[in-house]
């Protein structure tokens, strides 16, 4: 069994039911974000699921140096605090340099560290020291074995508010394949482990400037990670996803939600 992990007042892992982390890949306007916070606040209260609100300020390792990186830091916290406040929710963002943590650290109740940038040793120590609790993707790159040095280095810190999200691994090229092994795995290291159900059914650059995504997979993977005992599902959330200015392929649609976490709760 998991330790128990709390981000606000949500408890993740021990015998404490899943959890879900959702909202937009990006932030593209306190309009949306607000919509798609509100959705989630009453769907996740009727079905009697806990939820973190997650979006980012900015996407900084997109396919394309077009493609839109969101509102940045500053504007970006200060939508963050709004969701929190005005629907007291708990939120989590992540982060892609040091210097970006302390500003973060005022606003968010979990910090995450994006899969590319799992084993920098710097960014990891820079946010564990914080105390916050400390949300690692696992790097696409990485077996779940090797998930254990990046406990090790959050722990050296002093902080055990640890959890590992799993979000697939290459699989040849632009292609991803979930391993359920991984979560067996990362969850015997003793910290509440997460799949990330839209991100681990991307296609990374399989548009050529952009990935696709095989949505039709989101339920299946989501219920058997929950079969294993995985302590919370992550999802990417979208009003209308085929206009989403990130993850457009794999994003759920926020009016399909409900049914999903139905089916996904009845597993």
Known sequence: MTIEIKIGNIKIGGKNP???????????TKEIVFKIAEQLKKITKELKIPLVFKASYDKANRSSIKSYRGPGIYKG???????????????????HCVSEIPLVAKVADAIQIPAFLCRQTDLLIAAAITKKPINVKKGQFLSPYDMKNVVEKIESTGNKNILLTERGTSFGYNNLIVDMRSLVIMKNFGYPVIFDATHSVQLPGGLGNKSSGQKEFILPLSKAALAIGTDAIFMEVH????????????????????NLLKEIKNK
């Open 18 to 28: 899943f959890v879900l982390i959702a909202g937009p890949c990006v932030i593209e």
């Open 77 to 95: 916290l200060e939508i963050l605090a709004d969701i929190k406040e005005k629907f007291d929710i708990p939120v989590l963002t992540d982060v």
């Open 239 to 258: 009003p209308s996803p085929e206009k989403a200015l990130s993850d457009s392929a794999n994003s759920v649609k926020l009016s399909e939600l409900k």
